[in-house]
């Protein structure tokens, strides 16, 4: 009993992590401004990029980034080594799994900012790298895929994250990553709806014009 709770805490703990809003925190520091105020009005990385800093906007996206990877590598080492499987998974991975996602989680929905998060994208990107450094490739490779062929960021994320998953799961040899697959779609993909247009077009082959049109801060 003692080690169950000891593993919820650890996922409640990834997803308070997850959610401190860096990026938001530095744009107050260093501009002087709130970052849901201003720009596309969301509090990450690339907002701090395009209206308060280049310099201080990478360095909140790197620690957006450790943010998943500590939250992974922490929950991996000190989770319950309990002797059961899941998937093909054993204790402590599914438990650092699930708070890898707890923390883009976190991230996209803290409760510090009224639930009003990031993208997701600098903390799935540590916590991915976590798992596996090789991992990087195959995110990049799907975001890649998204950006020049569909040119709409939702299928780039949406592939990002299905290739990274369906290679952990080959690699690592666990179905697991299935079910982590379905879980960061869950998390991630409203994050880059557009409700400013119609649902269907959001998800619309070649939506954007140019390239340089999916990578411009949106209001949604």
């Known amino acids: ?61 790197i620690l957006d980034m450790a943010k998943g990877y500590f ?15 899941v998937l093909g998974a054993a204790n402590h991975q599914l438990i650092a799994i699930i708070a890898g996602c707890a923390a883009v989680a976190g991230h996209n929905y803290p409760p510090y900012l009224k639930f009003n998060g990031g993208k997701g994208l600098a903390t799935w990107g540590g916590f991915m790298i976590a798992i596996s450094p090789f991992s990087i490739i195959t995110a990049a490779v799907g975001l890649l895929a998204g950006i020049l062929v569909a040119r709409n960021m939702i299928w780039s994320v949406s592939l990002g994250i299905i290739f990274t998953g369906i290679f952990l799961w080959i690699y690592k040899g666990s179905s697991i990553f299935a079910v982590m697959i379905l879980l960061l779609l869950v998390i991630m993909l409203p994050k880059q709806v557009n409700t400013k247009i119609n649902l269907g077009l959001n998800f619309k082959f070649r ?3 140019t390239l340089g049109d999916l990578f411009k801060p949106k209001i949604r």
């Open 1 to 61: 009993m003692s080690g169950i709770l000891k593993d919820i805490g650890i996922i409640i703990a990834g997803f308070l992590v997850g959610a401190i809003p860096f990026c938001f925190i530095l744009g107050k520091i260093v501009g002087g401004k709130r970052l849901t105020e201003i720009g596309d009005k969301n509090p990450g990385g690339w907002n701090l990029v395009f209206n308060v800093s280049k310099i201080w906007g990478f360095i909140g996206i």
């Open 71 to 85: 939250v992974y590598y922490l929950a991996y080492r000190f989770s319950s080594s309990g002797s059961f499987e």
């Open 207 to 209: 939506k954007e014009a």
